[in-house]
């Protein structure tokens, strides 16, 4: 298991108060257990090598017991990459896709169980660059969340509770540069927080995916953005993603398409779709620059 490659997943740079990776290498995160803030810390310890030593849990807060039995889905233990290594479409995979899993074996995809702090965080990312997402997430933490249990790095925060994000006025979500059609969406999956944990733990099929998808502005890249990290969906692909079409297509077929195009070259791996996007970035294969990066517009103050 690579504890990086595997749980990085949840970090947003190095400063970002939910989830961090410190000088050790160790990852630290907060979330809840219930309505109780928390903290864990993962770490590798024992003899061996990196892959192959002990997984270290450390946990602070009320709910840190109970954090204990989930802890292992965290760091992907349910994730089994057999049906595609093994299976008739293994082949079927570029060269060098193939020697990227060789290279990360211990990549695996993990599992939360956290729907309702996915979704928002997931709601944060649409239709906006990944520095303004990163932003408001950082805002809603600092500014609205708990202190973090335990010895943990300076500035982490504990995501904050449904009834708290609930509380928070339009014009403060404005003012941290969240437009109305996300913060609606936001109000929209909190007000079914309830709900919502009842599906944490429930196995992937279609009665989780019309669940989440049923909320109004929770589309399918905020559904597959979401059940990746909640659930370790194996399959899910984003589309309508700013970048993943033409990344994939380019990687191809040698330029740029679209959704549709992008499915219909991931076919071949149905049930392991999300592996295969995983070995794509893991490959080191990056598409050519094409211009220069959008440049947000700040209507905070209009």
Same mark, same amino acid.
């Given at each position: ?55 270290? *849990?450390? $946990?602070?807060?009320?709910? @840190?017991? +109970?954090?204990?039995?989930? /802890? &292992?889905?965290?760091?992907? %233990? !349910? ?54 997402? *990163?932003? $408001?997430?950082?805002?809603? @933490?600092? +500014?609205?969340?708990?202190? /973090? &249990?335990?010895?943990?790095? %300076? !500035? ?75 659930? !370790? ?70």
């Amino acid at each position: 298991m690579d504890l990086g490659a595997t749980m990085g997943v949840l970090t947003r740079g190095d400063s970002h108060p939910t989830a961090r990776i410190d000088h050790d290498g160790a990852l630290w995160i907060t979330t809840r257990t219930g309505d109780d803030p928390l903290t864990a810390r993962f770490s590798r310890v024992g003899p061996g090598t990196e892959l192959n030593r002990d997984v270290h *849990v450390q $946990a602070w807060g009320l709910g @840190a017991e +109970a954090f204990m039995a989930e /802890a &292992p889905r965290w760091a992907g %233990e !349910g994730d089994d990459w057999t049906g595609l290594r093994h299976g008739s479409s293994w082949d079927l995979l570029p060269e060098s896709l193939r020697r990227a899993r060789s290279r990360h074996p211990g990549v695996r995809l993990i599992a939360t169980g956290r729907l309702v702090e996915t979704l928002v965080n997931a709601v944060l990312e649409q239709r906006v660059t990944g520095g303004e997402a *990163v932003r $408001a997430q950082r805002w809603l @933490a600092r +500014a609205h969340g708990d202190p /973090a &249990p335990g010895p943990v790095p %300076e !500035g982490m925060r504990v995501f904050p509770s449904a009834a708290t994000i609930r509380r928070i006025p339009s014009w403060a979500w404005h003012r941290a540069g969240v437009d109305p059609a996300r913060s609606r969406t936001i109000q929209n999956v909190v007000e079914r927080a309830a709900g919502l944990d009842r599906w944490n733990t429930v196995a992937l099929g279609p009665d989780l995916q019309r669940a989440v998808g049923s909320i109004p502005g929770v589309g399918p890249w905020t559904l597959a953005q979401t059940l990746q990290i909640t659930h !370790g969906d194996p399959d899910s692909v984003s589309v309508y993603d700013y970048h993943l079409a033409h990344h994939v297509t380019e990687f191809f077929d040698g330029h740029r398409g679209e959704d549709a195009r992008m499915l219909e070259l991931l076919e071949p791996w149905s049930g392991h779709r999300q592996r295969v996007v995983r070995l794509l970035y893991l490959s080191g294969w990056r598409p050519q620059a094409k211009g220069p990066r959008l440049s947000p517009e700040d209507r905070r103050h209009m």
